[in-house]
């Protein structure tokens, strides 16, 4: 199991950028799949990016691809989240997830804010 805490979120205007950050506990974190998942009010949980282990394989919600970047650091144990050209359309709750064959722990989200 791996504790996860997410940080960065905000409110900006659209057209604004923000970086989250997930912070992960334990020695095998580098063994994990890395992902982000947001939640908007009345929505259900959808898929934003991945990432493998070693950072080479990255993949990404067509509603985001282009304007997010998905990175991790294996050294930091910290996943990352560049989001740039924010849409009110991306305000949710933004979550953090580790996946392992067997696993899934989720972190408790941080919420992001886009004003138009």
């Known amino acids: 199991q791996v504790q996860l805490v997410e940080s960065g979120g905000g409110l900006v205007q659209a057209g604004d950028s923000l970086r989250l950050s997930c912070a992960a506990s334990g020695r095998t974190f580098s063994s994990y799949a890395m992902g982000w998942f947001r939640q908007a009010p009345g929505k259900e949980r959808e898929f934003v990016a991945f990432v493998g282990w070693n950072g080479n394989n990255t993949y990404y919600a067509d509603s985001v691809k282009g304007r997010f970047t998905i990175s991790r650091d294996n050294a930091k144990n910290t996943v990352y989240l560049q989001m740039n050209s924010l849409k009110p359309e991306d305000t949710a709750v933004y979550y953090c997830?580790?996946?392992?064959?067997?696993?899934?722990?989720w972190g408790q989200g941080t919420q992001v804010t886009v004003s138009s």
């Open positions: 997830n580790a996946r392992a064959p067997g696993a899934s722990d």
